[in-house]
C-alpha cells in the first residue's frame, strides 16, 4: 500500500455562487416597516467574496413595497435588475437586486447597511434593522461557518506606540476568527489609559458587537489605535471591557 501523504488544508476556490439552506427566520425592516420575513432563506457566498448574503423567495418580500430602481447604484453584470424600496413619500435606492445566475434568479437579495448608498440627495435614516430569529444581528449576515473562539491566556503580551507602553499583561484574552490574524485583548487594568483618549468612533461586527475606539495623545499622536467591546454578544464575553491594539499603528510583542 502506498504511503498516504498530508497537505495543508485551504478552502477549496470556485468561480460559482456556493449557497446552502437555513432553518433561520430573518427579518428585515426599512423605514422601520418589516418588507422581508422568511424562514426558507438561502446563505449564499458569491465567488471571491467573504461575506454572505441571504436570497429570499419573493413570496416572502413585501413586493407591494419595491419597485424597480429609479437610480441603479453600480453596475453588475451578475445582476439584471436593482429594486427600490419605496414607503410612503421615502425611497432607499437599489438596496434590492435580482441576480442574473442560473438557480438564484427568481430569488430578492437585500444590500444591508449601505453606509449612506442612498442614491440621489441627502443621506437619509433608513430605519434598517436586521434579525435572525429575535436577535437582531448587524453590519451583515453572519457566516456559518465563520467561527470566533475568545480564550483566556497566559501569554506575556507588551504594547508599545511610539516608544511608549501602553499595555502589558500576562492575563490577555485572545481571539481567534476565522481568516483573520490573531488578536491580543488586554485588561484595562493592565492598560496605561493616560496616553489614550476615547474617540467618537464606532463599529460594528456581527460576531462580536459594538465596539469604541481610542486614540494615542503621545508622540507622534495616532488616531483610533484600539478598540474594547463594552458589551460584546454572549459568545466572546471574555473580551467585555478589554482593549486591543491595531498591529500596525503599535509594537505587539508576544512570549509565552
Known amino acids: 500500500m502506498a504511503r498516504k501523504s498530508a497537505v495543508r488544508r485551504h478552502e477549496p476556490e470556485s468561480d460559482d455562487y456556493l449557497y446552502e439552506p437555513t432553518e433561520r427566520r430573518i427579518r428585515g425592516q426599512l423605514f422601520d416597516r418589516t418588507i422581508v420575513d422568511s424562514n426558507r432563506a438561502l446563505l449564499v457566498w458569491a465567488p471571491g467574496k467573504p461575506v454572505p448574503f441571504y436570497a429570499f423567495p419573493r413570496d416572502d418580500v413585501r413586493l407591494d413595497l419595491i419597485a424597480a430602481s429609479l437610480s441603479p447604484s453600480r453596475s453588475r453584470p451578475d445582476v439584471w435588475q436593482w429594486y427600490d424600496v419605496v414607503i410612503d413619500e421615502q425611497r432607499a435606492y437599489s438596496v434590492v437586486y435580482q ?138 464575553a471574555d473580551i467585555e471591557g478589554y482593549l486591543c491594539f491595531y498591529d500596525d499603528a503599535a509594537e505587539i510583542t508576544v512570549e509565552d
Open 99 to 236: 441576480l442574473d445566475v442560473d438557480g438564484l434568479d427568481d430569488r430578492l437579495i437585500f444590500q444591508w447597511f449601505r453606509h449612506g448608498e442612498t442614491g440621489p440627495g441627502d443621506e437619509v435614516d433608513e430605519g434598517e434593522r436586521w434579525f435572525e430569529e429575535e436577535t437582531e444581528v448587524f453590519t451583515h449576515p453572519r457566516d456559518a461557518h465563520h467561527r470566533v473562539d475568545a480564550l483566556r491566556s497566559s501569554r506575556h503580551v507588551r504594547v508599545e506606540i511610539g516608544g511608549t507602553v501602553v499595555g502589558e499583561t500576562r492575563n490577555p484574552v485572545l481571539v481567534f476568527e476565522t481568516g483573520l490574524p490573531t488578536r491580543y485583548y488586554l485588561p484595562p487594568e493592565d492598560v496605561d489609559f493616560s496616553v489614550l483618549e476615547e474617540s467618537e468612533w464606532r463599529t460594528s461586527c456581527p460576531y462580536k458587537g459594538t465596539a469604541r475606539y481610542w486614540s494615542f495623545v503621545g508622540q507622534p499622536p495616532a488616531e483610533n489605535v484600539a478598540w474594547s467591546y463594552p458589551e460584546p454578544f454572549a459568545a466572546v
